[in-house]
């Protein structure tokens, strides 16, 4: 399929779905109004956000006790940290296996693919200053490398919703690149691979936009062009366009020295404790650690709130919000919708479900969720130190089963 027509059906699948989600989501959006102003610069001071009265934090309990405390006992979960933000008003609820450390809402824990939505942030804040173009092919943004006929032909957009047919990571990686990261996989290897692979086919056999195809490959070069195009470094662009505008302020890919104190001990599928994630060359989609606190930050901007933690959203990263969470085709055989790396759960209407729109984090110690209801106002974090451990549908039922008016 040719760009153009990667165009339509691209059109074409929004039109479908967001006939469906129009009547939930874009009143929510119009009622929140346009963003406040922002101030000049990328870093604002940061005040604490309002907490949930004890009252509702008390109402939320059983809910949250029911499913997320259930699951640690059943799971042996050495910590938990479950954050809700309701109308901008939070509330934590911190667990532990037996004779454990329940987690707070400063503990750090590594978020994984969560960083993913981080990426297509910035892809979208790109798109809008003309600095990248959703359809242009891979070939005219490398130049500089010779593209395999099928990987050439691949846009951004499809390396953002995961239809560029990339495999989850290259096939040609060290088999104990878990314990060394980037400085054994350099970035160089990366995109040595990235034009060395085939994709599905050559010339005019190359099927685009391809299947859905989860892909860490597809966001890591993602964010490789993201910087390249906006002129700095990945990292620098999260920090300057969302975290530093945001205050969120334990959010980063490698911990400083005075916060190391608040960094989880990370645990595999077994329950022992591993080494922390290293960097690979893929970061932009996974590398980030973060806390309950900052990822609710997160999850308000997402909700469309001007305001978060005292500071105002830049317009621009709202803008963002709304054009990567917009979803772009419903993948084959599934219940959800794709948007730019968002997962949008698009539930059954006919039970008065609302669109959930979630993005899960796995690493090799922990496992996380972030899910926002915008029908409720609503945003969920869940930060656990086992790997594997089946938190991320915990994350989606509770922005289902919360209920507002039980928090008035």
Same mark, same amino acid.
């Given at each position: ?14 039109? /479908?779905?967001?006939?469906? %989600? *129009?009547?939930?989501?874009?009143? @929510? !959006?119009?009622? =929140?109004?346009?963003?406040? &102003? ?16 004890? /009252?509702?934090?008390?109402? %939320? *309990?059983?809910?949250?006790?029911? @499913? !997320?405390?259930? =699951?640690?006992?059943?799971? &042996? ?332």
């Amino acid at each position: 399929m040719i760009p153009d027509r990667h165009e339509e059906a691209t059109r074409m699948a929004r039109s /479908r779905i967001g006939r469906y %989600l *129009r009547h939930w989501l874009m009143p @929510l !959006v119009l009622a =929140a109004g346009p963003p406040a &102003a922002a101030q000049d610069g990328g870093t604002w001071r940061s005040t604490p956000a309002a907490a949930m009265s004890d /009252r509702d934090a008390d109402a %939320l *309990r059983p809910v949250v006790d029911r @499913l !997320v405390g259930q =699951a640690v006992t059943a799971e &042996a979960i050495p910590g938990v940290i479950v954050g809700v933000s309701w109308q901008g008003r939070r509330s934590y609820f911190g667990y532990a296996a037996t004779g454990g450390q329940p987690f707070g809402s400063d503990t750090i824990v590594e978020v994984g693919s969560i960083t993913k939505v981080f990426t297509t942030a910035l892809f979208a804040q790109a798109l809008r200053e003309g600095r990248m173009q959703a359809e242009a092919p891979l070939r005219s943004l490398m130049p500089e490398r010779r593209l395999s006929a099928c990987t050439g032909r691949i846009t951004p957009l499809q390396l953002a919703d995961f239809q560029s047919g990339m495999p989850e990571l290259p096939p040609d990686v060290p088999r104990d690149l878990a314990q060394r990261g980037i400085d054994t996989y350099t970035a160089r290897d990366f995109l040595d691979w990235v034009a060395r692979w085939p994709g599905g086919g050559d010339g005019d056999d190359c099927a685009l936009p391809a299947p859905y195809r989860y892909s860490n490959a597809s966001i890591g070069l993602l964010g490789i062009l993201v910087a390249e195009r906006l002129g700095a470094p990945w990292a620098d662009l999260v920090h300057s366009r969302i975290t530093a505008p945001l205050g969120m302020g334990s959010t980063a890919i490698r911990v400083p020295e005075e916060q190391r104190d608040r960094l989880a001990q990370g645990h595999g599928p077994g329950g022992r404790p591993v080494m922390p994630w290293p960097v690979f060359a893929w970061y932009a989609a996974g590398a980030l650690r973060s806390t309950a606190a900052d990822m609710l930050a997160f999850g308000e901007a997402a909700l469309g709130h001007p305001t978060v933690n005292g500071a105002p959203v830049p317009p621009a990263l709202t803008q963002a919000f709304r054009d990567a969470m917009a979803p772009i085709y419903r993948p084959e055989g599934q219940s959800f919708a794709q948007a730019m790396a968002w997962q949008v759960e698009t539930g059954d209407p006919e039970a008065g479900q609302h669109p959930v729109f979630m993005k899960a984090g796995g690493t090799d110690g922990f496992n996380s969720v972030i899910a926002v209801n915008p029908s409720k106002d609503l945003a969920i974090f869940i930060g656990a130190s086992r790997a594997q451990s089946g938190i991320p549908r915990l994350g989606v039922m509770l922005a289902r089963q919360i209920r507002g008016e039980a928090l008035r």
